[in-house]
């Protein structure tokens, strides 16, 4: 079938990308569902960092590509063997697919699957096939979606069934943001009642971990980030104190505040700058958790003794350390009892045409999550 998809011809693009236009809305012929496969009628996408990334070149990926991951919609055909979902589904897109059979699988950590991960980096589905092509040439899937497309065939194992009335606009959010940040806090760090918390970044995946840390009951949350605007939409959702940290002693002026440090620090930036705040204001004892992907040349250094001498801990969270299936209804079910208020991360809704300027606006931090409407 035919299909509009939103397709990066190359990575490394320079921005305003309203002008070097790398993202083209191409039609591409999309191939039906085969074993283990869902065709879906995708109503909503929007525009996230881990797609940016590509786009800016900072996480090389296999180009052209159709690109998009945090979605919602409904199925509209199943393949050979899929006996979990049907016509009508409404469903959210999970950007790791699992496998179900290697040793992460087995261990109960699907957010770490090999097979998954080798896959994304290869820009193939779940079991290495390709359904996007154009004049015969094929073109690569973005994080097994390739969610900016009005119709994707994904692996079974990249979708979760929802029963709910969410509009489609926000249930998009709960595909990546809010798995990634209230998953590092729920999951990853385990939070105690009562704990003191600092977010480092303050995107949508940072936002989500503040409303998660809220929710899971930290007695005081820090939000830090350059954007002063970003500052007001964290002091709205519950943050105790906030920081700007083009401020040279915001370390100091956090450590002050907190009496020493936090608990736990969140990094979800993914800049280097970022994650020496979040490991400064850690307390003696305490955790720095980070959900940041940076280039893969980039490397991280801190004070080799403090980690013995202070029992510091440093952990990454990918996913949110989630297990999709479980953990999305669950997000979902705390959003409706209003303890996620998911709502207040969507600032814009723009076309598909739009998305060059979505990313430009994205990049300079005049957004939270841009949704695509693909309803119409």
Do not use: W
Not at 33 to 50: D, F, M, T, Y
Not at 271 to 276: G, R, T
Not at 319 to 336: N, T
């Amino acid at each position: 079938m035919k299909v509009k998809s939103a397709v990066l011809t190359e990575s490394g693009a320079t921005s305003p990308y309203v002008e070097s236009l790398p993202i083209k809305i191409e039609t591409l012929d999309l191939d039906p569902p085969g074993e283990g496969e869902v065709l879906v009628n995708i109503k909503a996408a929007s525009l996230c960092h881990s797609d940016l990334s590509v786009v800016n070149g900072t996480r090389p990926r296999p180009t052209p590509m159709a690109l998009g991951h945090e979605a919602s919609g409904v199925v509209d055909k199943v393949g050979e063997g899929v006996h979990n979902f049907v016509p009508g589904d409404k469903v959210v897109c999970v950007f790791v697919p699992s496998c179900g059979n290697c040793l992460s699988c087995r261990e109960g950590r699907p957010a770490l699957c090999e097979v998954g991960g080798k896959a994304n980096n290869d820009g193939t589905l779940l079991n290495g096939n390709i359904c996007l092509h154009k004049n015969g040439k094929d073109i690569y899937h973005h994080l097994g979606v390739s969610a900016f497309s009005d119709y994707v065939v994904v692996n079974k194992n990249s979708l979760v069934k929802v029963n709910n009335d969410i509009p489609f606009d926000k249930l998009a959010l709960f595909g990546c943001a809010v798995i990634t940040g209230v998953g590092a806090v729920t999951n990853t760090a385990d939070i105690k009642f009562g704990s003191t918390v600092a977010i480092v970044g303050l995107g949508g995946v940072g936002l989500s971990a503040l409303m998660g840390a809220i929710a899971a009951g930290a007695s005081h949350i820090i939000a830090i980030d350059i954007n002063d605007e970003k500052l007001k939409y964290a002091k709205k959702l519950g943050a105790t104190d906030t920081f700007n940290s083009k401020d040279k002693k915001v370390i100091d002026e956090v450590l002050k505040a907190s009496i020493g440090g936090v608990d736990y620090a969140f990094e979800t930036a993914g800049a280097i700058a970022a994650m020496e705040v979040a490991y400064g204001i850690t307390k003696r004892g305490g955790s720095t958790v980070t959900t940041g992907l940076p280039n893969p040349e980039q490397f991280f250094s801190f004070p080799y003794v403090t980690l013995t001498a202070e029992e510091k801990s440093i952990k990454g969270s990918y996913v949110g350390s989630c297990v999709p299936q479980r953990d999305i209804p669950r997000f979902i079910d705390l959003y409706g009892q209003n303890k996620l208020p998911v709502d207040e991360l969507h600032t814009d809704t723009i076309s598909l045409k739009e998305i060059n300027e979505g990313f430009d606006k994205l990049e300079n931090g005049e957004a939270l999550r841009i949704v695509i409407d693909l309803s119409k």
